[in-house]
């Protein structure tokens, strides 16, 4: 059998070269680079409107945001998701459901009735339908407003 | 739970499983013993991805799979101890023409199946001319023929 040392060695140097990258994707992937994981989780706040989010999440699968929003002495509290993220989202589940939603060009107004002071917590669970950067922006009607920036994977 | 978490639990829920249903499970593969594994990996494949169906999700699945099995088998080849605890050791079946078969009924193994190797990998036909069977760590019998044997 003919051997070829030079191609042999060269090949074993290639081979531990990739079991670096491989170790090193496992351990990105565990803290978050590709989603799920403190690398990418983000939190944005403005007045009255806080929101914990992913920055990375994948095509396909289920995500969530979680909004905590300040009670209102009116008894109700409202969020307003801006159409580029209704677009390119499917919306899953609403916790809790939501009074009513108004649809607009705009995008939707998601009314709660609420009680007392303090904040509520809205959790929303989305499947991203499109793949890059998801540029989405959540307000409160005449306040605060929260844009944000996912980066959606294959 | 996490997508590299996932596979690393099951990685190591299957090492052990098929640890413990000894070296049969995995050697001499019947066709039944197929469908069981394909099942196997239909039921394993749910709790892998857990509802994750990107591509970045399965590669990093298959990724971690393979990180595991390259980290264990480097570890195995610097631990022989560990390596003996989950891969086994050769056994004897059949020493010096002597069936043992204390050790066959432990494995799981029997005449038929010591024949069945000494067929396919000798062409021998007969008890009498196998010298020894040994039930190799990954499941499949090796014969080492009698000095008889050559003229069979």
Not at chain 2, 77 to 90: C, H, K, N, S
Request: glycine share 8%.
């Amino acid at each position: 059998m003919a051997e070829n040392t030079v191609f042999m060695r060269r090949n074993w140097q290639v081979q531990r070269a990739g079991w670096l990258l491989m170790v090193l994707v496992v351990l990105f992937g565990l803290a978050g680079l590709f989603g799920q994981g403190r690398l990418a989780r983000r939190e944005a706040a403005a007045q009255g409107l806080t929101l914990r989010y992913q920055r990375v999440v994948r095509l396909e699968a289920t995500q969530s945001l979680e909004f905590a929003l300040d009670a209102r002495p009116s008894g109700e509290v409202a969020l307003d998701l801006d159409s580029g993220f209704v677009k390119r989202t499917e919306i899953e589940r609403i916790i809790p459901e939501p009074r009513e939603i108004f649809i607009s060009p705009e995008g939707q107004r998601l009314s709660f009735p609420s009680a007392g002071s303090g904040s509520v917590a809205i959790r929303l669970l989305f499947v991203p339908k499109k793949l890059g950067r998801l540029r989405a922006r959540f307000a409160i009607p005449g306040g605060a407003e929260l844009p944000v920036s996912i980066l959606v994977l294959p | 739970m996490h997508a590299v978490v996932r596979p690393f639990v099951i990685y190591f829920a299957l090492l052990v499983l098929f640890r413990i249903t000894g070296k049969r499970a995995l050697g001499d593969l019947t066709s039944f013993d197929f469908v069981v594994l394909l099942i196997v990996s239909e039921c394993v494949s749910a709790g892998l991805l857990a509802g994750d169906s990107s591509l970045t999700g399965a590669l990093l699945a298959v990724t971690t799979l393979l990180v595991l099995d390259l980290a264990l088998s480097l570890i195995k080849q610097r631990f022989r101890g560990l390596a003996r605890a989950l891969e086994d050791e050769p056994v004897h079946l059949m020493r010096r023409g002597k069936l043992l078969r204390d050790r066959m009924q432990k494995e799981r193994v029997d005449e038929e199946d010591i024949l069945e190797a000494a067929r396919s990998h000798h062409g021998l036909e007969r008890m009498d001319q196998i010298d020894s069977a040994v039930l190799e760590r990954h499941g499949t019998i090796s014969i080492i023929p009698a000095d008889n044997a050559a003229g069979a």
